[in-house]
């Protein structure tokens, strides 16, 4: 049999930090690896609504490396244009995934249907990118792996899934087919994450496609972590304010969540209720809590990260109105991390124009973002077709980051047992991306480039040794 053409196409990720989407075409199979959704600026929002590239029916698979939005949040649009493949991830990411897409489809129910009742669509009869019953028509596809096996994908693909510290179930993917091979870094987590087990190291591969959300910037190693945000939640406290968190429900909340619990148990801020204002967080509290998963650290126990004094659990949209009947001093953690969307705009509305409130952003805040416009001293921002005005205190946080900062990637990147042919680096805007290449051929010396949205390269086989 003659030998396949490989080649892969950047349909995500590509100079900028959101909807990952990468394509591998092995002859005439085509096998899709993440499957994101375009978030922050509206130029990448609308490529959400634009035409998939190819036949959605003609992928064959798609490889999943975790579970955040900008990974998978596309799959129930590919599944309504015609996908109906296995989607391989590990049980973690089946996990999150589900409980993640549950989600998306609902809300792009009720955006639809804002966009209705507003009039603000362009369409008379605005329709959702997805719904409900296509994301129930994704979740039958998964097919769960383990860590550090080989998988035999068919048609002499075989892929491999490594840990990568990032949120519950996150890997790095090598695939190897037709005497050639391409690692994905996925989102890299930091050495060690604050709950689950440390990345592992894959093995080397002649392509790989390395992430740069923080490529240009090295995380913060205080004396005494989290500092400034005990500090600020003591003074809020003190003056009788509320604080709001806004954190993404994936990984993120649970990991502000045991950062609290170690800040009262270490008597650094005051023992006050601590509020989960997010169905979807509460869902994958209830993940991380399954030790059947096996991904929580050694030294990390579920009280680490849910035994608070007080801990109110908002499941129901009932709930979440009624905080807005009490001001007493407390600690509302609602997502989105961003502040793009979910209960912790209706509580930014409330509470940013107090000055005796705190809000305290716990990562990085995408170009384009609400986030964003709060961490760079907006004045206002609008909230629901309304402008806001600022007055809260604004404090960033950027421990909290699960990704790996520049020196982190770096590590992983020499920790390979091989020297690349080329380094793909996607995934950080583009200034970034640039940086991030830049210092990979300047330290290891390898072949290191930041390709465009839709382009296409070949991944050629290595050459036999004479």
Not at 25 to 38: N, Q
Not at 338 to 346: I, T
Not at 353 to 382: C, H, M, W, Y
């Amino acid at each position: 049999m003659a030998q396949r053409s490989v080649t892969l196409t950047f349909l995500g990720a590509a100079g900028t930090v959101t909807g990952s989407k990468y394509l591998l075409t092995i002859g005439d199979r085509r096998v899709l690896v993440d499957a994101g959704m375009f978030q922050g600026e509206k130029q990448w929002r609308l490529r959400n609504w634009a035409e998939f590239p190819v036949d959605p029916a003609s992928i064959s698979d798609v490889v999943l490396t975790h579970a955040h939005t900008d990974h998978v949040g596309y799959l129930p649009a590919l599944v309504r244009g015609g996908f109906a493949g296995p989607v391989w991830a590990t049980e973690g990411t089946r996990r999150i995934g589900e409980i993640v897409l549950r989600d998306a489809g609902k809300l792009q129910e009720e955006q639809a249907e804002e966009a209705r009742r507003g009039g603000w669509s362009k369409h008379e009869h605005p329709k959702p990118l997805f719904d409900v019953q296509d994301v129930e028509a994704t979740l039958p596809l998964f097919r769960s792996v383990d860590f550090e096996e080989d998988v035999d994908l068919g048609d002499g693909l075989v892929g491999r899934w490594t840990r990568a510290g990032h949120i519950l179930g996150s890997a790095s993917v090598r695939l190897e087919v037709e005497g050639t091979s391409v690692l994905f870094s996925g989102d890299l987590g930091r050495h060690d994450h604050p709950i689950l087990k440390a990345r592992g190291t894959p093995r080397g591969a002649r392509y790989v496609v390395c992430e740069s959300t923080y490529g240009d910037r090295e995380h913060p190693e205080p004396q005494v972590a989290h500092a400034e945000m005990a500090d600020a939640i003591t003074r809020t406290i003190q003056r009788g304010g509320l604080v709001v968190i806004p954190a993404f429900a994936v990984d993120r909340t649970q990991g502000v969540l045991k950062d609290l619990v170690t800040m009262m148990r270490e008597r650094r801020i005051p023992e006050v209720p601590v509020v989960v204002d997010s169905p979807m967080a509460l869902k994958v509290l209830d993940a991380y809590r399954d030790e059947s998963l096996g991904e929580l650290r050694e030294d990390v126990d579920v009280e680490d990260f849910t035994g608070l004094p007080e801990l109110i659990e908002a499941a129901s949209s009932a709930d979440s109105r009624a905080l807005n009947r009490r001001f007493d001093p407390m600690i509302i953690v609602a997502s989105s991390g961003m502040a793009e969307g979910g209960r912790v705009l209706h509580h930014l509305a409330r509470l940013l124009p107090d000055r005796r409130n705190t809000v305290i952003l716990t990562g990085f805040q995408a170009s384009g973002t609400r986030g964003r416009a709060i961490e760079d001293g907006a004045g206002s921002v609008k909230i629901n077709g309304h402008y806001i005005k600022v007055r809260a205190e604004i404090v960033q946080d950027h421990e909290f980051s699960v990704h790996g900062d520049a020196s982190d990637l770096m590590d992983w990147l020499r920790a390979l047992d091989q020297e690349p042919e080329t380094v793909f680096v996607t995934h950080g805007e583009l200034d970034v991306a640039r940086t991030f290449a830049g210092r990979i051929g300047a330290e290891l010396d390898w072949n290191a480039v930041v390709p465009r949205h839709g382009e296409v390269v070949s991944l050629l086989p290595a050459q036999p040794e004479d």
